[in-house]
């Protein structure tokens, strides 16, 4: 059973910036296109940030040129580089694969912006 571990979040005032990890039991990143996902309370988990096998990456309208993210084939992690950071980014952050039938979910890691 895949276990994600999503770690870096915290509270960060607005205009800061922070980098979130996550990581699997097992090399299981490889081959996989790989999402970051982001859920604000009382809302559903959408996908912000994505990257392929090869580093191809695609955003959500609303992160573009704040959000960045990157992957370790090598060492099968998977991060989310945030700058700027915004009110409105405060939410619980999750990965997983781009698959219909996704691993079970993490327990995510919570980011809160202040004024």
């Known amino acids: 059973q895949v276990q994600l571990m999503e770690s870096g979040g915290g509270l960060v005032q607005a205009g800061g910036s922070l980098r979130l990890s996550c990581a699997a039991s097992?090399?299981?990143?490889?081959?996989?296109?790989m999402s970051w996902y982001q859920q604000k309370p009382g809302g559903a988990r959408e996908s912000v940030a994505a990257?392929?096998?090869?580093?191809?990456?695609m955003y959500a309208d609303s992160v573009k040129g704040r959000f960045t993210a990157t992957r370790d084939n090598a060492k099968n992690i998977v991060y989310l580089q945030i700058t700027d950071v915004q009110l409105e980014d405060t939410g619980t952050y999750f990965c997983?694969?781009?698959?219909?039938?996704?691993?079970?979910w993490g327990q995510g890691t919570q980011v809160t912006v202040s004024s």
């Open positions: 997983n694969k781009v698959d219909y039938r996704p691993w079970p």
């Open positions: 097992g090399s299981v990143f490889t081959g996989n296109t």
């Open positions: 990257i392929t096998t090869k580093g191809m990456t």
